[in-house]
């Protein structure tokens, strides 16, 4: 790749799959050359809530990524947000943080950018794809152009087969799939590649 495009990877997770998806989407950009950051927003759960859940407060604990800031989505090409699916949506966590963007928005900060979105659930069908596609609805807001992971990468069409994006499904009962890891890695890859590409072009 002739340039070094840069991905932010935000997310929230409270029992680590999406942590786990979106530090794999971050070494797929990696290996093709990207500068990578893998932020988490701030919880915004009550201490109640959390300690309801061992899985959930022993990651909230030991969590080490950053907070992710209004600057890392300015210094971005290419964008990555992931969220469990709750409900059949994105957290609130999240929507929090990007309830803080107004002001890229009226300068038409992050026009022009790449962005992705990336999601886990407990079950296949239980709105992976609702998930993402409420994820992108904020990209058309901002004029950020909406990269899916489709199928081009021959992995993702014939095992994890979520065009939409990366996908984790905590109930598999195969404990050895690994094809969200993969499609992750894919995620990140596809994202560098088309960041690169969107970054050198001057468009109004
Ligand atoms: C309040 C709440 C709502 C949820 N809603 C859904 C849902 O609609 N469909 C589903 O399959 N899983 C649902 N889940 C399960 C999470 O999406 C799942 O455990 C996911 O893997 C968590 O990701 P994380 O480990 O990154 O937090 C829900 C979990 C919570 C706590």
Redesign the pocket.
């Known amino acids: 790749m002739g340039s070094s495009p840069k991905i932010a990877i935000i997310y929230y ?7 786990h998806l979106a530090h794999n989407i971050a070494l797929g950009a990696q290996s093709v050359g990207a500068q990578t950051r893998v932020l988490r927003v701030q919880e915004t759960a009550p201490p109640e809530a959390i300690s309801s859940n061992a899985s959930w407060q022993n990651f909230t604990e030991h969590s080490t990524d950053d907070l992710a800031r209004l600057e890392d989505l300015v210094w971005a090409d290419g964008i990555a947000f992931g969220s ?5 949506g994105p957290a609130s966590q999240l929507k929090a943080f990007l309830d803080t963007t107004g002001s890229l928005w009226a300068t038409g900060a992050l026009a022009n950018k790449v962005g992705t979105a990336f999601t ?4 296949q069908h ?2 992976l794809e609702s998930t993402i596609l409420a994820i992108n609805n904020i990209f058309y807001h901002w004029g950020t152009l909406i990269m899916p992971l489709g199928y081009p990468n021959e992995h993702v069409r014939k095992h994890s087969g979520n065009p939409y994006g990366a996908s ?3 109930s598999s009962r195969n404990a050895d799939d690994t094809s969200h890891v993969k499609a992750a890695f894919s995620q990140g890859e596809r994202l560098a590649h088309v960041a690169a590409a969107f970054s050198r072009l001057e468009i109004s």
Do not use: D
């Not at 469990?84 to 059949?88: I, L, V, Y």
């Not at 886990?120 to 079950?123: F, L």
């Open positions: 997770s409270a029992t680590g799959n999406v942590a469990p699916t709750r409900f059949g886990s659930a407990s079950t239980g709105g984790h499904f905590a």
